[in-house]
């Protein structure tokens, strides 16, 4: 039997390969596994979260999430496991209602399944979005202004958080850069999450698109609480498990 007391390289390595295989690890159940105490996992954590290998969370660590790709990437990246998650977020939508999309590779895809004839209000902070939603011809399209950051593909700062702050949404579609049992969901740049955070604030129902590669994945700055997020619309390749002591409500695309 291996005695990992013995062997720190051996037992981080092992540590690391469960975090690639399944974006999170517990302290308490690792120290179980190896036969070592929770204060030698929380060391090796540390070591790992050093070398930038992993992302320290209370009882445990995930994954460290991937430096965010430009959004002219993303549009073209998984696309088929997308597809079911972008047409599911469309059936959602009420007609009649005043919705909020935000920029997001999956809800670009989600506008080609929004029916023309629906009557809505649609408010959006990405160009690419408006630009996709602008030969409607029932209700209304909104977009705000601001200056874009190229790599969320959408308009931030001061002017866009004022603007959005004169509206309230009955929907709201956002983006996910991270979502985590319990970091909740997160935002890879401040000026996101900042302005994730005011439409949280106007909207009565928030519903959030994920894709396996956004699960157990935390992001430097934090948005919201899962108890804060209505319905979180997945792809049937993403994991649920951990989040089975949340109250988050989960409904995969098919």
């Known amino acids: 039997m291996t005695d990992y007391n013995a062997l720190p390289e051996q037992r981080q390595a092992l540590i690391h390969q469960m975090l690639i295989d399944t974006g999170r690890v517990i ?12 204060h030698t996992i929380r060391r ?4 790992l979260a050093r070398k930038g290998l992993c992302k320290k969370v209370y009882g445990g660590a995930v994954s460290q999430l991937k430096q965010s790709a430009s959004f002219e990437t993303r549009v073209a990246e998984n696309v088929e496991e997308k597809e079911p998650v972008a047409r599911r977020c469309a059936q959602m939508i009420k007609p009649g209602s005043c919705i909020f999309i935000d920029s997001g590779s999956t809800y670009l895809l989600m506008v080609n399944f929004i029916p023309h004839e629906m009557e809505l209000t649609i408010v959006t902070n990405s160009p690419q979005i408006a630009a996709a939603l602008s030969s409607r011809k029932s209700g209304e399209l909104i977009m705000l202004g601001g200056k874009v950051n190229p790599l969320v593909g959408s308009a931030l700062g001061s002017e866009t958080v004022n603007q959005l702050r004169n509206m309230l949404f009955d929907q709201a579609f956002i983006g996910v850069c991270g979502l985590d049992p319990q970091a909740g969901l997160s935002a890879a740049y401040y000026d996101d999450a900042c302005f994730k955070k005011e439409v949280f604030n106007q909207s009565n129902e928030v519903i959030a698109a994920v894709t396996a590669d956004k699960i157990s994945q935390v992001a430097r700055y934090k948005v919201a609480g899962c108890e ?13 498990h951990s989040f089975r002591h949340t109250s988050l409500r989960f409904e995969v695309a098919e």
């Open 44 to 47: 090796d954590l540390q070591e």
């Open 228 to 240: 804060e997020i209505d319905i979180v619309v997945a792809s049937t390749q993403t994991p649920t």
């Open 27 to 38: 302290g308490v159940d690792v120290a179980r596994q190896l036969g070592v105490s929770e």
